[in-house]
């Protein structure tokens, strides 16, 4: 499933998180100063300043600031694609592979446009705090804002988002044809050793449908797992200093970073939580998966034959798929009824640790917004495998069908739930 598409995959998804975690070391510890000697900048006119010397006044420094600011950016980014084109160049000279420039490379950039998409967000957490201060002193103080302000204000959440709405359709768009890729590189395998696997149950389903499903989740969550973690890089030093601003919450009394702490505890707790309920979910769907592929199986063999579909067969097979589908509707009740009340609960959450702060009115509403922004990114990335659930346990049930189709060729004892009689399978 994964060799097929990417080169050693075992080492080549260890290599990229020790790598990254390197990187990111690097950065912090020594990296972020190397930008006045190494950074290309100054060609594009994002150099370095001169350094200042004392006295130094307040629009001095201010001056050097601004001019500071877009360089360091200019060097981060100059730092972020020297480290990609280290690694993608490293794994296609060191194990080069027939699908690599859509493996390797092709994941380098979606990476680096998911990092992307989470600055905007950041800039747009910032925004909220300059329009909803705006907002306030306006309601506060009638006509103390001007029109153009409010207005030019906007405009500037249209410039952050209008770039970010034409990466992502331009990164949906590569994402297709780079989940079509990793379905093609599967489905060659298996065509290439058809007749061995054809009179393996559902060959025909695990090789057309479980491969393209397969290819499809996997990325979709790869995505939002990496969108996760860079989500919490962004998002969790923002709650880190907002959560000064917040010196009680409710029950527990002061507790430094309060925010932080319960962000995390939730989550945490929400996670467990819903992991226990949907424990038993990923088996019946793969049950679920069987009894369709028995009906499917059915139905194309009466294309061919008017001997077969029969409409009394046909009716017990079905009777089948309903009978399991029943039982995981059931299943999915009390999954649902978890789930949905922890986020509901979960939405609660940061007004209620709030509320001392807001009745003493230590803050403003840009802040509060800004807040509530931040822990609910801070939040969801945390959250991940609540969010992501259901499309997790479709993701096992596909693995254990293809998992054990691969077991099937290598001639290994199967596992027991592919034992299964058709009655226990529902």
Not at 46 to 56: D, R
Not at 98 to 127: C, E, H, K, P
Not at 250 to 266: D, K, S
Not at 375 to 398: A, K, Y
Request: one cysteine or more; charged letters at 15%.
């Amino acid at each position: 499933m994964f060799h097929s598409f990417f080169p050693n995959p075992k080492w080549f998804f260890l290599s990229f998180v020790l790598w990254s975690i390197f990187c990111v070391v690097l950065w912090f510890g020594l990296a972020i100063d190397w930008g006045a000697t190494l950074s290309l900048g100054g060609l594009f006119g994002y150099g370095f300043p001169e350094a200042l010397v004392e006295p130094i006044s307040e629009d001095v420094q201010t001056a050097f600031d601004e001019t500071r600011e877009p360089a360091q950016n200019f060097w981060f980014y100059q730092y972020m694609a020297l480290s990609y084109a280290a690694f993608c160049l490293f794994w296609m000279l060191y194990s080069p592979h027939r699908w690599g420039r859509w493996s390797v490379l092709g994941s380098a950039l979606i990476i680096f446009v998911t990092w992307y998409q989470v600055q905007i967000d950041v800039m747009l957490n910032s925004w909220y705090r300059d329009f909803f201060d705006m907002v306030q002193r306006a309601l506060a103080e009638p006509n103390s804002v001007s029109l153009d302000e409010y207005y030019g204000t906007i405009l500037t959440a249209f410039w952050i988002v209008m770039p970010y709405m034409i990466v992502t359709v331009l990164k949906v768009y590569f994402t297709q044809h780079y989940v079509f890729r990793w379905r093609t590189a599967m489905n060659e395998r298996y065509v290439a050793i058809w007749k061995q696997v054809r009179h393996i149950e559902g060959a025909s389903q695990r090789v057309q449908d479980d491969t393209m499903r397969f290819a499809r989740i996997v990325e979709g969550l790869g995505v939002s797992v990496i969108d996760s973690f860079m989500t919490l890089i962004a998002f969790l030093p923002i709650l880190w200093v907002l959560s000064e601003n917040v010196k009680e919450i409710p029950i527990f009394g002061a507790i430094p970073q309060a925010l932080v702490v319960i962000a995390i505890g939730w989550s945490v707790f929400g996670t467990g939580l819903v992991y226990l309920a949907g424990l038993r979910l990923p088996g019946l769907e793969f049950r679920n998966q069987r009894v369709e592929a028995s009906f499917r199986k059915e139905l194309v063999y009466g294309e061919d034959d008017e001997m077969r579909a029969e409409p009394v067969t046909l009716a017990e097979l079905f009777g089948n798929v309903r009978r399991n589908y029943y039982r995981l509707f059931l299943e999915y009740v009390y999954f649902n009824v978890i789930r949905y009340t922890y986020l509901q609960i979960g939405n609660l959450i940061p007004l209620f640790a709030m509320g001392p702060t807001v009745v003493a009115g230590a803050i403003t509403l840009g802040v509060f917004q800004q807040i509530i922004n931040a822990f609910g990114r801070v939040e969801n990335s945390f959250q991940f495998l609540i969010n992501s659930w259901p499309t997790i346990i479709e993701l096992m049930s596909i693995h254990k069908r293809l998992a054990a189709f691969e077991a099937s060729i290598a001639g290994q004892d199967l596992a027991g739930i592919e034992n299964e009689g058709e009655m226990r399978a529902i």
